[in-house]
């Protein structure tokens, strides 16, 4: 008698949600299941790997741990520098931080998981480059609270689908920013108050969060909100003038005594066309219009 084994039914895949242009790292899956020790290195950043599990994270985009420690209070600059000289060549500065009584365990992991949250969203973002490892490198903070990769990948994920809700264009986390010139009004919040007060035409969003001592993440909510209500834009998307041309004036009459020859047949010099009018008001309802189907 021939037995017939049924196979196993297949189990559906879960699938993340994910909006146009996402990409992660192949790269920083596989080490994370090789449980490598290293720094991953791409163009927003380095995420640095202890047996598979991210310790540290740091971007150009974003204040690092020290400036959040400072800022909020939890550490002096003096501190800090003690800090490095003393246990960074040991691979222990966060240790020696919490045994030498300068800060709490809690608070270290705090502000530790905020600086590796927020930098990581900024090296995992798209990238046309390829990404570099150094195997064996260990940072100089030492163990703090490792974070799985799996953990990371998900909250960047979040991250970007969040601010895509709030505003999908993404001008405005890169290029210097301009303010529109429309009033505040009293829905903006203070914290959005101090990123307004911050923009000059030169600064962008990483400028502005380092200038405040904040997490650049939230600096990038703040902005993608003030940019929805018609406050803030990329100073790339404001239009530049309009330069009218204008038409030479005609020469002087030659003189009486002069022999003219007979003209030639001149091209019509077309009229210039007057400039497109924009009205300010309905630019405004576009950007909310497409704000509110962004929701």
Same mark, same amino acid.
């Given at each position: 008698?021939t037995?017939v ?14 909006i146009?242009?996402n ?19 791409r ?31 939890a550490?002096?600059?003096?501190g800090?520098r003690e ?5 960074? *060549? ?14 709490g ?5 705090l502000?530790h ?11 995992l973002?798209?990238?046309g ?5 150094r ?19 998900r ?6 689908e969040?601010?895509?809700r ?19 009004g ?9 990123v307004l007060?911050r ?17 650049a993440?939230?600096t990038?909510v ?7 209500a018609?406050l803030?834009a ?10 009218h041309?204008t038409?030479?004036?005609?020469l002087?009459p ?19 066309? *007057? ?5 300010p ?11 509110l189907?962004?929701?």
């Amino acid at each position: 008698m021939t037995t017939v084994r049924t196979p196993p039914p297949t189990l559906p895949v879960r699938q993340r949600t994910q909006i146009p242009g996402n990409g992660l790292s192949p790269l920083l899956d596989r080490l994370a299941a090789e449980q490598a020790t290293g720094v991953l290195m791409r163009d927003g950043g380095m995420l640095h790997l202890s047996g598979g599990q991210l310790v540290y994270a740091e971007s150009p985009a974003t204040p690092g741990l020290d400036a959040l420690l400072i800022a909020r209070g939890a550490l002096d600059e003096e501190g800090w520098r003690e800090a490095i000289a003393q246990a960074g *060549p040991l691979r222990q500065v966060g240790r020696f931080l919490v045994d030498s009584g300068r800060i709490g365990q809690g608070a270290l992991e705090l502000c530790h998981l905020g600086a590796l949250y927020d930098a990581a969203y900024f090296v995992l973002g798209p990238s046309g480059a390829p990404a570099r490892f150094r195997h064996g490198e260990a940072h100089w903070l030492g163990p703090v609270r490792p974070v799985p990769v799996a953990a990371v990948e998900r909250e960047t994920l979040r991250r970007r689908e969040l601010l895509h809700r709030i505003w999908p264009d993404p001008a405005t986390d890169r290029d210097p920013l301009v303010r529109t010139g429309l009033p505040a009004g009293p829905a903006v919040t203070s914290r959005q108050r101090a990123v307004l007060e911050r923009i000059d035409g030169v600064r962008t969003a990483a400028d502005i969060s380092r200038a405040l001592g904040r997490p650049a993440f939230h600096t990038l909510v703040d902005l993608r909100r003030l940019a929805a209500a018609g406050l803030v834009a990329a100073r790339a998307a404001v239009p530049a003038p309009v330069v009218h041309a204008t038409v030479p004036a005609p020469l002087a009459p030659a003189p009486a005594h002069t022999t003219v020859s007979a003209p030639a047949a001149e091209t019509p010099v077309p009229a210039a066309q *007057p400039a497109p009018f924009a009205d300010p008001h309905i630019t405004f309802l576009k950007r909310l219009r497409d704000a509110l189907e962004a929701l």
